[in-house]
């Protein structure tokens, strides 16, 4: 078995000639942030129940769990990108990476610069009053976490730009998602337990175009054997590693 760094040097080779990388990102990579995963060690499905907090059905019957829920989720830890979204904004400006698709709703891969990203699973930068129709950013709900009700008509109904379980992914960039996996060359998945459809699909879709496929991820998944490189290892370290390589190869 070859060793980790033998990986990153192939890594770093694939990326380095590669002319569409996209970058595949779930919510390992925002771990070394210290945002929690959902699934994994100590994953936030083993304290909460997603039907409860994270599904659209639960969100109507009680919006207040999603909210103690998110506090976990965002605003317990003051996160910040970390080496790994920066290494991937690096690679975006090198014009290697030309899209990152994500199923977080962190925001940690725009503010560490990165230009193109795909949502799929939205964001919480804005939250709208189910009843009244006011459109709030996240830094104001974060402020009244504890107790969110609308300013104009006291909804508790405060449904933040996220998708919940039950509901259909923002349908733009679904498409843009697949259209970018269908025409890249190399296709790049860091932090995510690619358990979760329809953007599971998305490694498959790369690789029936021909594309070659890196997989970075803490413990092995159930599809590491779609990808020519796998590194079970922390997202941070790795990428900053590959960053470097891939810049010496460049020259
Ligand atoms: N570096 C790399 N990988 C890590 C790290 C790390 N520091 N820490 C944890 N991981 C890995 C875990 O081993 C796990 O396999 O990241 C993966 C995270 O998997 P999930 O928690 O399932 O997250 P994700 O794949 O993004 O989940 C998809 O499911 O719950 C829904 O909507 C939610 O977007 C989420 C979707
Ligand atoms: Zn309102």
Redesign the pocket.
Known sequence: MDRISDRIRKAAEIIAKAKHAVVF?????S??SGIP?????G???EKYD?EEV?SISGFMRNPRAFWEFSKDLLVKVKAEPND?HKAIAELEEMGIVKAVIT???DMLHQRAGSKKVLE??GSMSYVDCLKCGAIYVWEDIEKIIDNPACKNCGSELLKPR??F?GEPLPSGILSEAMEESRKCDVFIA???????YP?AHLPFMAKDHGAKLIL????P?DKDYLFDVVIH????P?MKKILEKVKELRG
């Open positions: 990102t779930g919510a390992g990579i771990a070394e995963t959902f699934r994994g060690k994953g936030l499905w997603p994270a790994a199923q977080n709703v799929l699973h996220v998708v379980f860091i932090g995510t337990s690619l358990v979760v953007a970075i991820n803490a413990e998944t290892d922390k997202a941070a790795t």
